[in-house]
């Protein structure tokens, strides 16, 4: 399977149109549609659902994309980490988050690092632990900053000072808007909406005990900007971590009795990364 073939079939994906795709790629259309059989034969799968006027991926098509992105981003990875080899620090570092107030001390040490090196560039990828560790392990992600509970004995890590403080965002006109804190009581009968990962709703439950089968959940998540929006639109109250998220008709309100989570800086253990990345881990052990 060549790399060249996996483009076109990313660009035909997009375009949804062999036509089109082919003029963006300086091929004939004749050419292009034999390129693409030829990848079928290979995998042995139909990746398009022809019509006259365009061509939509099925199933397999879909999982191909999905691999077919990754190995291009590792191609421009690879491609990234080989270049620009002068005396001045240069490339690009690609860091996996999550949804944290950690991303407050990332976001400082990034700063400083470019005062020195400001020909150095990041990449940030938001997504839950179990995604970003995936990505690490795949090579298209250089550093994870990951919220527990997450298995990290496959990395070297640093851990963060600042918890992570749980507690719900809810909506002006709630019942809960102008309480202090929340209880396990004063969830019950409320719609929910609450984390998608697994490890996560087993941390949550232990907080709710017994009554963690009665809760009322209406919706998961996996980023809290959608989440908000659920709560913005009364769909329920979100579980989640305070963010200093800042509105006028959601506010806050922290667990009691408190739950508190840990958050790590994490990568992976003897790898071989590039001197942009070895340099920016060295100013994280050492920092302040």
């Avoid at 800042?246 to 990568?267: A, H």
Wanted: proline content about 2%; overall charge negative.
């Amino acid at each position: 399977m060549e790399l060249r073939i996996l483009k076109y079939f990313l660009i035909v994906a997009r375009e949804e149109n062999i036509t089109k795709a082919a003029g963006l790629l300086h091929l004939t259309q004749p050419t292009l549609s034999r390129q693409l059989m030829q990848l079928e034969d290979e995998l042995g799968v139909k990746l398009f659902q022809r019509s006259k006027h365009r061509i939509i991926l099925t199933e397999d098509g879909m999982r191909l994309k999905k691999r077919a992105q990754e190995i291009v981003m590792l191609e421009e990875k690879v491609k990234e980490e080989f270049s620009n080899k002068g005396e001045e620090l240069s490339g690009e570092i690609s860091i996996g988050c999550g949804e944290t107030q950690n991303m407050s001390f990332l976001s400082k040490k990034i700063f400083s690092f470019r005062q020195i090196h400001p020909h150095v560039t990041f990449q940030i990828y938001s997504a839950t632990a179990d995604d970003i560790k995936e990505r690490i392990e795949q090579g298209l992600l250089d550093i994870g900053l990951l919220t527990e509970p997450v298995d990290i004995s496959k990395y070297d890590f640093l851990r963060m000072e600042k918890k992570e403080c749980w507690g719900v965002l809810t909506s002006k006109g709630s019942g809960l808007y102008e309480k202090e804190c929340v209880s396990v009581d004063d969830l019950m009968g409320i719609p929910l909406v609450i984390p998608g990962r697994q490890s996560v709703q087993h941390e949550l439950s232990s907080w709710f005990g017994e009554k963690y089968d009665k809760i009322e959940v209406a919706a998961s998540y996996n980023l809290i900007l959608n989440a908000a929006n659920m709560v913005r639109h009364h769909i329920g109250t979100a579980l989640c971590f305070d963010l200093d998220f800042q509105s006028d008709d959601l506010r806050f309100i922290p667990f009691s009795p408190s739950l508190e989570t840990g958050t790590v800086l994490v990568w992976k253990k003897n790898q071989m990364f590039s001197s942009a990345v070895h340099t920016f881990i060295d100013c994280l052990r050492n920092a302040d």
